[in-house]
């Protein structure tokens, strides 16, 4: 059974930083894909960024230049750093694999002065 488990998340200020981590269990982890997505209250759930198993890249238009997906296939660990937030990043952030179609608990994410 896949177990995916978010931590990082918090209360930040506007500019300030984030780093979210994802530890996967039960997958063959190095070769899954992996995207954190994000839900606001009242919004959809939107993907904000992937990572294959070989490490290509992908990034939601309003984070690009902000926010860096990485993983750690020794840790089994998905990272996802977030730099110079904004009050429109508050969400819930969720971890996906998306070969297993497994979700996390999802970890909350504030941006507030």
């Known amino acids: 059974q896949v177990q995916l488990v978010e931590s990082g998340g918090g209360l930040v200020q506007p500019g300030g930083s984030l780093r979210l981590s994802c530890v996967a269990s039960?997958?063959?982890?190095?070769?899954?894909?992996m995207a954190w997505y994000r839900q606001a209250p009242g919004e959809q759930r939107e993907l904000v960024a992937s990572?294959?198993?070989?490490?290509?890249?992908n990034y939601a238009d309003s984070v690009k230049g902000r926010f860096t997906i990485s993983r750690d296939n020794g840790k089994n660990t998905v990272y996802l750093q977030m730099n110079s937030l904004k009050p429109e990043d508050t969400a819930v952030y969720y971890c996906?694999?998306?070969?297993?179609?497994?979700w996390g608990q999802g970890t909350q994410v504030t941006v507030s002065s």
């Open positions: 996906f694999d998306m070969w297993y179609d497994t």
């Open positions: 990572i294959t198993g070989d490490g290509r890249l």
């Open positions: 039960g997958s063959i982890f190095d070769i899954n894909a």
